[in-house]
């Protein structure tokens, strides 16, 4: 989550900044400004959205448990045997 928050902070800075400077400095030079970073942006989504599908890279190791034990539980609770682990952590 920190993470998170740090990035949308300095993304929102950065908007700010340029919008000052936007503001600031003249009409040609604005536009000239106002190109180069389009350009830099659409170039860096496309370089986010291809990195976004690539596949992620596994592990390529087994995993086995044994002897976990009985799992039991209430009426509304939940049981864990000794393994927990995320969906993509697990192998078919």
């Known amino acids: ?9 300095v993304t929102a ?6 919008a000052v400077v936007l503001m600031v400095v ?8 106002a190109v180069v ?4 942006a659409a170039v860096a989504a496309v370089g986010v959205g291809i990195w976004a599908g690539l596949p992620t890279r596994r592990s390529g190791g087994r995993l ?5 034990g009985k799992a039991t539980t209430g009426s509304k ?4 045997t000794g393994l927990s682990a995320s969906g993509g952590l697990l192998t078919e």
Do not use: E, F, P
Not at 1 to 9: C, G, L
């Open 37 to 40: 970073m389009s350009a830099v």
């Open 64 to 68: 086995r448990v044994s002897r976990t």
């Open 13 to 18: 800075s950065v908007v700010a900044v340029l």
């Open 1 to 9: 989550m920190i993470t998170q928050r740090v990035v949308i902070v």
């Open 26 to 33: 003249r009409w040609d030079d604005a536009n000239k400004i």
């Open 77 to 80: 609770g939940s049981a864990n």
